[in-house]
């Protein structure tokens, strides 16, 4: 057991941000204790990137089985037992939890200590009332689903993304409100299944409109009806769940599923007390150094309002933790967030790194994109589905690139090489002139990038 009186950093909660934080401070030399009131690992294994990425691989053989574009090899798929897939899921989670959280934990030499915490004045934590007294704190809780305001919300059962993944069943019908990439992700899980689902919201908001037109014709492929509206009222009929759009659209369905953003998780922890301000939507403020305006106090991932990607919560957990605990030195750490790419897991995949062309213009560039169909992809072509964009944005003047944003079979495989080159400040005519495997989706890249200084077809290798 860690003498709490020498404890260099408490931290609060034990997902992405949380380990990184722990790991980064006893590689440091420094004693930490993680203080978790919920399930150890977070919400990236537990209910959020591992469980909902294993349910949209098996959703999509079973969906690749139903649109087989190769008539000479077969293929079927029979009815889904979906209690067998959220088992199945169930064990993943646990194994990873053990593997990747509790292991880990004993293997750097940190304790997680169980119980609800909360600051009782600006120096000190308790954990179920028990005063934590350490040098620095770092609050990592997290965020969960928000629920929207909307006028019959309550009087009926819906479900949010975690709860959707824990059904023993899988419901006729589904009407989905939020467009973004949980609402896509959720959407099209069960529609892959085999349920009748409607999409009520705009769809993939923050996407290039180009890929997100993609995405509308293949989930238009997919029989999933997309209501771009904004959901206003929910009411129940004969056992069906109603929603109403701003536009007098009505969605029907078995069960509803609520996917319109998330909320940080810090009710229970004082921050008044502890001196730790928020922002008007709840989310913790911090500098670049992820300090809070407690000087004690230091927050990171999903709480502190940081892109919600489990890879930037550890990125920001061990910028905290090294700021936190002095191990940084004289020159305190920071995030640098060019290059950061998001990935969201529908089929196709919509990737996206760096500058869309309209951020691109605020930013001051005088920008120039190219926009690549699959159809010219050889990769996509063998495949027999050419269904989605690459699109390029580069500064016209020095022909850096900018951004890369798709929507492609494995675009998230590719946003690492995409990633690459703009850390890298590549311009279009190095990634043109650089080696790409031939037949990889990976080839886009090249192949988009060629068509800024020719837009003439190409031969295959060309």
């Not at 029979?78 to 199945?88: P, R």
């Not at 760096?354 to 001051?364: D, H, K, P, R, S």
């Not at 990889?440 to 800024?452: D, H, K, P, W």
């Amino acid at each position: 057991m860690i003498d709490t009186s020498l404890l260099d950093l408490a931290v609060i909660g034990s997902g992405g941000a949380a380990m990184a934080a722990a790991i980064t401070a006893r590689k440091a030399g420094k004693s930490v204790v993680l203080v978790e009131q919920g399930m150890l690992g977070g919400t990236c294994v537990n209910v959020g990137c591992v469980p909902s990425k294993t349910l949209l691989a098996a959703a999509g053989a079973r969906h690749g089985a139903l649109v087989n574009p190769f008539p000479g090899t077969p293929t079927s798929a029979g009815e889904v037992d979906f209690a067998a897939l959220v088992g199945q899921k169930d064990e993943l989670v646990g194994r990873l939890r053990q593997a990747k959280y509790a292991d880990v934990a004993d293997a750097y030499g940190f304790e997680v200590r169980p119980g609800r915490a909360r600051f009782l004045d600006a120096d000190t934590l308790a954990v179920d009332g028990t005063p934590l007294s350490a040098r620095a704190y770092l609050v990592a809780t997290g965020a969960e689903p928000a629920p929207p305001d909307l006028p019959g919300l309550d009087e009926v059962d819906w479900l949010t993304s975690t709860t959707a993944m824990e059904q023993t069943g899988l419901p006729e019908s589904l009407v989905v409100i939020g467009g973004g990439y949980v609402g896509m992700e959720q959407a099209q899980l069960f529609a892959h299944l085999g349920a009748r689902v409607t999409l009520i919201g705009r769809l993939a908001p923050a996407a290039e409109p180009e890929v997100a037109d993609a995405l509308r014709g293949v989930f238009a492929d997919d029989g999933i009806t997309v209501i771009e509206d904004r959901a206003v009222a929910v009411e129940t009929m004969n056992g069906q769940v109603d929603v109403l759009t701003r536009g007098g659209r009505r969605a029907r369905g078995a069960r509803l599923l609520v996917a319109t953003g998330r909320a940080p998780r810090t009710a229970a922890l004082d921050l008044d007390a502890g001196g730790v301000k928020t922002d008007d939507r709840g989310f913790v403020v911090v500098d670049a150094q992820q300090a809070t305006s407690n000087p004690r106090i230091y927050a990171a991932g999903d709480v502190s309002g940081a892109p919600q990607y489990v890879y930037v919560a550890a990125a920001t957990g061990r910028v905290a933790a090294l700021n936190a605990t002095g191990a940084a030195g004289s020159r305190p750490a920071t995030v640098d967030f060019t290059g950061m790419p998001g990935v969201v897991f529908t089929r196709p995949q919509l990737g996206s790194v760096g500058l869309t062309e309209a951020q691109a213009l605020v930013a001051g560039h005088r920008c120039e994109c190219r926009v690549l169909g699959l159809a010219d992809v050889p990769r996509a072509l063998a495949n027999r589905d050419t269904r989605g964009v690459v699109k390029l944005v580069a500064d016209a003047d020095t022909g850096r690139l900018l951004g890369v944003h798709a929507a492609a079979d494995s675009a998230g495989e590719f946003m690492l090489a995409a990633t690459y080159a703009i850390k890298a400040r590549m311009t279009v005519d190095e990634i043109a002139n650089t080696w790409a495997p031939y037949l990889t989706m990976a080839e886009s890249l090249r192949i988009a990038a060629g068509l800024f200084r020719n837009e003439m077809p190409t031969s295959c290798c060309a």
